[in-house]
């Protein structure tokens, strides 16, 4: 079988979240996890490593950034029109790490995508958490993803959804996530769990934020994006010293990663 | 066992041999060198013996027999992803015994990195049988002897090339039997014991991520244009961007392809949405260098690097790679000194 062959999946339904953000729900014709990726193609046009928001029984959903080419060719496509796919690829976020802790999990902009399934099996299943805070940054009101999660969220679960500036007509939550991580009021230092996944600054700094707090690398996981063309380990361009993202990751925990210097 | 064979002879066997097998050696372009009035030597096709060049060193190594710098995946119909149909033919190279050790690296990559072998490379490796071209003395630039790749059992035939004629030695049973009416004597191909240069390998115990910040980079970040030159005359890497084209004549035709790609060269890890890692020249140098001769060691158990020197002889800056390893080895042994 050749690893690189591709096999169409029909479009079901289209979200848009923004002019630039959609979600592809696509027929799910592969098992997959939360955390992992695919690689997602229009022939002729190109292939790209897209994370996996969300899945169900039938349906795979892809959000995706309008940035190029082959997500222009994506852009192009309609329901009922084949997306190609192969994979899933890498590691993933295993939920049961995180039982019984205090979850905290840190979001910023896209970085909201790959976590989401993990969201929603913890918004059904809160009673195996021992608390769950969610802290989602976005840089105005109009680039907010999800906005129904969010309001399904927020009914029993403590979220916090900020954007970056205050603006007009806005009630919420301003500020960049890391502000709003130094303020949390954590009893049992040691019974925390973070998930942290967003652009490379905000990891950065949110990570420091967590240390002041006395969070150890140990207690956090995140998700690393990089560029790839393969996604099986061959292409080489995810490689930071001997771990190659797109094998051992997406999914690192914070203390392995503070070794991969690019 | 070894055999004197005139080039005239030695001619009618690759003509015979050309019936199975696509035959390629280093052979001299003239004037087809990147700045006028200069040649290349790279891997091509070769239908007798006088078109191997053997007197110089490749300046394109034999890698490009196993990975072309460009290679369709699939041939694209409307959305019908095919892939090429490929000939029967085996693959006869002529090559030193550096790029024999190259290619046991490449394996790594292709063969054995995650749980997917790639079929394009796989398909052509497990065809070939190598022609083990001797080395007499060392080229400039090479360092093959401090890598220990000066030296391999791993060829079918050695030869060593004369003006009109050939020594060869026959290990595949097939020659052996192709060449029983020829006469004996007594050969194996040369190979060095020395190079001009020597290098120290950095022990990869020893070598930590202080490394990663010394001021050592910067004198590279000054120097290297970031042509990558390094790269694609490198043995060793294998690195590729897939991308896809339609035809310009019939745009509901296309292809999937992949194109070398080298981490000294810009865009190499440019992700959508604009962020990018290792954006001035110096890192670049300090990523390609940890990986030829530490982290691939520390994921494979092998150095990457073979030593043909061809980074050294390529780069337009004069920067060598050679010289980088051992600065390298320095100071990992004076950090070691000041821990004690």
């Keep these: ?262 | 066992m070894s055999y004197e064979i005139t080039n005239i002879k030695f001619n009618s066997y690759l003509e015979k041999w050309s019936r199975d097998y696509e035959i390629y050696g280093p052979v001299k372009i003239s004037a087809g060198g990147r700045f006028s009035d200069t040649d290349n030597i790279r891997y091509e096709k070769i239908k007798k013996v006088e078109d191997i060049e053997y007197k110089e060193k490749s300046i394109f190594s034999a890698k490009e027999v196993l990975f072309p710098v460009t290679e369709t995946l699939f041939n694209i119909q409307e959305e019908q992803l095919n892939e090429p149909v490929y000939d029967k033919k085996k693959y006869l190279v002529f090559l030193r015994a550096c790029d024999i050790h190259a290619i046991d690296r490449i394996d790594y990559i292709f063969l054995k990195n995650g749980i997917y072998t790639d079929p394009y490379y796989k398909r052509r490796r497990e065809a070939i049988k190598y022609i083990l071209i001797g080395c007499k003395e060392s080229f400039e630039n090479c360092f093959c002897a401090s890598m220990g790749t000066n030296k391999t059992d791993n060829y079918s035939m050695g030869i060593k090339f004369f003006d009109d004629k050939v020594h060869i030695e026959a290990k595949d049973p097939i020659f052996q039997e192709e060449f029983k009416e020829e006469i004996e004597i007594e050969f194996t191909p040369d190979y060095v014991l020395e190079n001009y240069y020597n290098v120290t390998i950095p022990s990869v115990e020893k070598l930590d991520f202080s490394l990663f910040n010394d001021e050592m980079w910067k004198d590279y970040a000054m120097r290297c244009i970031s042509c990558g030159r390094c790269n694609f005359s490198c043995p060793t890497c294998s690195c590729f961007t897939t991308s896809d084209i339609y035809y310009k004549e019939n745009p509901n035709n296309g292809e999937r392809r992949r194109v070398w790609a080298g981490c000294q060269v810009d865009k190499f890890t440019d992700m959508a949405g604009g962020h990018s890692f290792r954006t001035d020249y110096g890192s670049r140098m300090r990523f390609k260098t940890m990986h030829k001769v530490y982290d691939f060691k520390k994921r494979f158990g092998e150095i990457m690097c073979v030593g043909c020197g061809r980074c050294d002889d390529r780069c337009p800056e004069y920067i060598s790679f050679a010289r980088c390893i051992n600065l390298v080895s320095e100071k990992v042994n004076e950090d070691h000194e000041e821990v004690k």
């Design chain 1, 1 to 262: 079988m050749n690893p690189y062959m591709t096999y169409p999946a029909k479009i079901k339904k289209i979200t848009k979240h923004t002019d630039i953000d959609y979600t592809f729900f696509i027929e799910k014709i592969m098992d997959v996890k939360g955390g992992q990726f695919i690689q997602v193609s229009v022939p002729k046009f190109g292939e790209v490593p897209i994370s996996i928001s969300d899945y169900n029984d039938e349906l795979i959903e892809l959000t995706i950034r309008k940035v190029g080419r082959v997500t222009d060719a994506i852009f192009n496509k309609n329901v009922g029109d084949n997306l190609h796919i192969r994979g899933p690829y890498g590691n993933n976020f295993d939920p049961e790490i995180y039982f019984g802790k205090d979850l905290i999990m840190v979001t910023g902009g896209t970085g909201l995508a790959p976590v989401k399934s993990i969201i929603n099996y913890f918004h059904k299943h809160l009673d195996k958490l021992n608390s769950f805070k969610l802290i989602s940054g976005f840089k105005s009101s109009k680039d907010i993803l999800f906005k129904e999660s969010f309001e399904k969220w927020e009914k029993n679960m403590d979220v916090c959804l900020t954007i970056d500036t205050p603006e007009e007509g806005w009630t919420g939550n301003t500020g960049f996530v890391t502000e709003h991580v130094s303020k949390l009021d954590l009893s049992n230092i040691d019974n925390v769990g973070v998930i942290m996944v967003g652009p490379p600054p905000m990891m950065k700094f949110t990570g420091m934020e967590l240390s002041k707090l006395g969070i150890k690398d140990e207690q956090i996981w995140v998700s690393f994006e990089r560029k790839m063309s393969c996604g099986i380990g061959k292409c080489g361009h995810c490689k930071i010293d001997e771990t190659y993202i797109c094998l051992e990751g997406p999914v690192f925990r914070y203390d392995k990663t503070v070794k991969l210097i690019d």
